[in-house]
């Protein structure tokens, strides 16, 4: 089996004709090399349409003898779009950015013996899948560490990036899951293809499906693990306001107390020394009282 990964209509059309299955794999085409390759592969105008936009939902439309698989995958911490077409004959992968997993099937491809047309497209689903698992693991190792320093003082940048990954772990979800449900449903599509054997295939698109299953798992998890640092954050913040208005209850009072035009007060707080022991000391003592409370309650650490 050849790899491919330019346009090069003589190439394509001499392996065409000869019936001889490639892989061709394109970086970025221009519009009129999607064009040429529609018309000699004869790829229906729809899915060179969706491949020329791109911005694709992840999907499988049949076109009879022809399927489009939109698929993504991941590249360092980047989701790569992947239009897959398939058929009996060629396999045709188009992106627009770098995806290493799909490069290092392509390698492995290229010099493997892939066995028949369905093993490739399984090799191709699978990259894709693997890059993807990879990336959630990337964040699980990101997201045990917020995790741990949620409890503690998290900086400003810190709890910024909490926010921000439980975003992107949202938008990871929306990927994987309808990935789940396409290959769930419609991976038995991908065996009525002529050239594709329905025996061969069944497993190896159901292990794709497991694959993502098990990473969509780990996503909602994940999510989970944040939602609950988000609520410690915020429990952090109201005990620390609970302290606060504790302290300043007592001192209201006493202020509020003292500033009475009492009598008696007027007649005695008439030195220093009466103005620091009625007057100072009313508020000092509420305090000490309260710093013990809070001490007891553990509302406060012990230094």
Request: glycine share 6%; hydrophobic share 45%.
């Amino acid at each position: 089996m050849q790899v491919l990964d330019t346009v090069d209509l003589d190439a394509i059309r001499a392996l065409h004709e000869r019936e001889e299955f490639f892989w061709l794999d394109l970086a970025s085409p221009s519009d009129a090399d999607l064009d040429a390759l529609g018309a000699l592969l004869e790829i229906p105008d729809l899915a060179i349409e969706d491949t020329r936009e791109f911005g694709q939902r992840p999907k499988l439309d049949d076109y009879g003898e022809r399927v489009l698989i939109v698929f993504y995958g991941a590249h360092e911490t980047d989701l790569v779009e992947v239009h897959v077409h398939v058929s009996g004959k060629e396999v045709v992968t188009v992106r627009r950015t770098a995806c290493a997993h799909l490069w290092e099937a392509r390698e492995r491809a290229a010099t493997a013996h892939v066995r028949t047309e369905q093993d490739l497209v399984y090799r191709v689903l699978d990259a894709l899948a693997g890059s993807l698992r990879a990336l959630t693991d990337r964040h699980a190792t990101e997201v045990e560490h917020l995790e741990e320093i949620a409890f503690v003082r998290p900086k400003p940048a810190e709890r910024r990036r909490i926010s921000e990954l439980r975003s992107e772990l949202f938008r990871l979800q929306q990927i994987v899951i309808p990935q789940r449900d396409m290959l769930g449903r419609g991976g038995d599509l991908l065996e009525t293809l002529p050239g594709l054997e329905g025996d061969v295939a069944r497993h190896p698109f159901r292990d794709v499906h497991d694959d993502l299953v098990v990473t969509a798992n780990e996503i909602a998890y994940l999510r989970e693990v944040l939602s609950e640092a988000v609520n410690v954050l915020i429990n952090q913040m109201a005990s620390r306001l609970t302290i606060v208005a504790t302290i300043f209850l007592p001192l209201t009072f006493a202020t509020g107390f003292f500033g009475m035009n009492f009598g008696w007060m007027v007649d005695h707080i008439d030195s220093a020394e009466s103005f620091l022991v009625l007057g100072v000391g009313a508020m000092i003592v509420p305090l000490i009282v309260v710093a013990v409370l809070l001490l007891r309650g553990g509302y406060v650490e012990r230094r």
